[in-house]
């Protein structure tokens, strides 16, 4: 344990949290699978927490009460240092407040909490947003894990899918320059399989909205290998992701809010996809990761 990480201990797995970002970066089960991607070359993050924007605004530009504020996709969160505020054998909290800093860039008062929970099958990632100043906080908050695809080395990409609990016959949202088009897709999701090959991704991610499942399943169609399944509360959207040219990653994510439509560009707090939040109040969002087949 160091201020920089801190790893949880729960029967046969591991988790390994970092303070910059509060940003997972291992779920490792004794045998030595690896769920989380190691940041390779490929694309540098492991699971970073979007907040408080997800996706881009145009011209990287937040407009608020006649003023312009610099707000890089994304958000800043994932850059910025969060403090501990728990340690322990299977939990673990951090937190990040607004400063002088943050302010310059997006001029809201806010506490953002973000505890970790490891037990024997799995991750529970609880996120709470709590307005501490006097005006309405508008937000979004996301989740942004990358996992290991293939999960086993050596069997093809191409044999892997997600299975959603429900049903997702609804078009598919796309994005081009990080904005929203405001023309869908038609949805790859069979039923309620969606098969993976890098070809999913040429058109860079795919946004289910609106989302009819709670949780989905990765893996081998098979059903042979490591697997998990991801399941959430509180989150409207779903990202997946991998690099279009291709990688050996896939981005599962659970989002409250996305980026700004290719068509808007007013007032931030007007921007489609935001929570509002009252002063005093809070908004709290998790997901889990639960693994298995060893």
Not at 84 to 102: I, K, Q, Y
Not at 217 to 227: F, K, L, Q, S, V
Not at 241 to 270: H, N, Q, V
Request: proline fraction near 8%; charge should be negative.
């Amino acid at each position: 344990m160091t201020d920089d990480t801190h790893t949880l201990r729960s029967g046969s797995l591991t988790a390994t949290i970092k303070a910059h970002g509060a940003e997972m970066c291992s779920l490792r089960h004794e045998d030595g699978t690896e769920f989380v991607w190691q940041a390779g070359p490929a694309w540098p993050r492991h699971a970073p927490l979007l907040f408080p924007i997800v996706g881009r605004l145009a011209n990287d530009e937040m407009q608020h009460r006649g003023k312009t504020y610099r707000m890089t996709q994304h958000g800043f969160a994932r850059d910025s240092r969060f403090v501990w505020a728990e340690r322990g054998e299977r939990r673990c909290s951090l937190m990040l407040e607004d400063s002088e800093a943050t302010r310059a860039l997006y001029p809201f008062a806010f506490r953002l909490t973000a505890a970790y929970t490891l037990d024997d099958t799995g991750l529970d990632l609880s996120l709470t947003v709590l307005n501490t100043g006097g005006e309405t906080l508008p937000v979004s908050l996301g989740g942004h894990p990358a996992f290991n695809w293939p999960l086993r080395p050596g069997v093809p990409k191409e044999s892997y899918a997600l299975t959603f609990t429900n049903e997702e016959p609804s078009p598919v949202h796309r994005v081009e320059g990080g904005l929203l088009l405001a023309v869908t897709d038609p949805s790859p999701v069979r039923g309620a399989v969606l098969p993976l090959s890098e070809a999913l991704f040429a058109n860079d991610a795919v946004i289910l909205d609106p989302l009819n499942s709670h949780a989905v399943r990765y893996g081998a169609e098979d059903g042979t290998g490591p697997w998990l399944e991801i399941s959430w509360r509180g989150f409207r959207e779903l990202g997946i992701w991998s690099k279009p040219s291709g990688a050996p990653f896939l981005c599962i994510e659970p989002w409250r809010g996305y980026a700004s439509p290719k068509t808007f560009d007013g007032e931030f707090t007007d921007k489609p996809g935001l929570m509002h939040i009252a002063p005093g109040a809070e908004e709290r969002l998790s997901f889990r990761i639960e693994v298995g087949s060893f």
